[in-house]
């Protein structure tokens, strides 16, 4: 194939009048209108002097349009670079430094904050607001809606996923075509995904989840989408008897079981419910299996790799658990120190191998060492275990990682504040259970002696420098950090002890 991303998932559309996106008000978009207007995008990329393995940084709305950029960005063989539309200037200033993006796309209302970010990165600032007016589509309304696709293959760049460990800045994951494409074959294989599907689509397109697992498996199978800007449980209820798919995070599901209106009745019309991006409480599972009949299939996947298991669509689906390994993904569970393989049943770091493992981080030869084995196998971070009947269990994390909502959070970045803020000594930032977002942040500090902390004033100023989900839900003075007798602070003590705080007794 000339160029395979594009022509398995997109190309294979064209001309096709079925509908492919439908938005809450009704409005049907057809796959051949998609490619039109992604046609007219790309030729907007190449006209401001982007070329084949360049980056573009997108932080605009959920919307069909922001997806069309997706669509040309792999159609002119571009790097797309999806950010979270939470991130701060400050936060996106180094996203498009470290990229070296040639062009920054942002929501017209943050083209001022941005301004200086790009011209200071020599990158071309264009907007797309959530209605997809801006000055990039009106760049777009004067192109042509075919567009020659470029060649590329499958080891070529097709996205730039940003993540980090506990420490240290964010790192670029390097993902390929054929990482892609490996995965959302697989998935739509394993899950039975066919052209008589209709997906709810609530998740966001900046994350794996939302664009790489839910957009791609669609396309592939041909799936008509329900794709809503956010999480509205109002639409979700309205549209879920026309429905047969969902994907969602944990608090989608808690919310659902929350509402009265969600039935085993109004749930009759569909096929199969999702969860993944964080662990999802046994209770839920109880729970939502008791009101709907369905047992939701939980999977677990991570930035560099997508989708690594899964319950099985056709069998026994254990809560608590994420299920056996793709086809085509060895998981091994290994010594932490060592590296050496461990025994079935034993708790270690998990590791896995195959053609969704990402290439590598992005200028970071040294990490991608540390990380990325040269058998092929990826050390994720994650502590696990494999039970009796093959089942892979989530236990936790080796890097201190917080998930919340389906959103990575690195305790380091929001310490470092919190460390800078009047009368703190120090500070630990750990992750605890919650009821809706799976994790959530929770922020201890000790204070210098003789000060007397405002709690408020420090959770107000720290927000100025972070994300919505990154902020600490509570703030907690205590005397001392506890700590092992090398003055590491013991952060799984600290998970253990507030472990209760925001669970329902």
Known sequence: MANPLFDTLFGRHQGKATPFLETPDGTII???????????????????????????????????????????????????????????????SYFVENSGARILL????????????????????????SDGSGSFATKAALMASVFSTVERSENDLAAFLYTSGTTGRSKGAMLTQANLLSNCTTLTKEWAFTSGDVLLHALPIFHTHGLFVATNIALLAGSKVIFMPKFDLDVIIAHMPKATTMMGVPTFYTRLLEDPRFTKDLAQHMRLFISGSAPLLAETHVQFE????????????????????????????????????????????????????LPQGEIGEIEVRGPNVFKGYWQMPEKTAEELRENGFFITGDLGQIDEDGYLHIVGRNKDLIISGGYNIYPKEIELLLDAEDGVLESAVVGVPHPDFGETVLGILVAKPGAELDLDAIKQSISNSLARFKHPQKLIVVPELPRNTMGKVQKKALREEYKDLFVPA
């Open 30 to 92: 057809t796959h051949s209108e998609f490619l039109d207007l992604a046609a007219q995008y790309a030729h907007v990329l190449v006209e401001l002097d982007v070329k084949p393995g360049d980056r573009v940084a997108v932080q605009i709305g959920k919307s069909p349009q922001a997806l069309a950029v997706y669509a040309a960005c792999v159609q002119a063989g571009i790097v797309f670079l999806p950010l979270n539309t939470a991130y701060t200037p400050d936060e996106v």
């Open 106 to 129: 942002c929501d017209g209302r943050r083209s001022e904050a941005l301004a200086p970010i790009a011209a200071a990165n020599s990158a071309i600032l264009e907007t797309m607001n």
């Open 290 to 341: 008791q009101r709907t009949g369905h047992r939701i299939l939980e999977r677990y996947g991570m930035t560099e790799t997508n989708m690594n298991t899964s319950n099985p669509y056709r069998g026994k689906r254990r809560a608590g658990t994420v299920g056996f390994p793709l086809p085509g993904v060895e998981v091994k569970i290994t010594d932490s120190t060592t590296g050496a393989a």
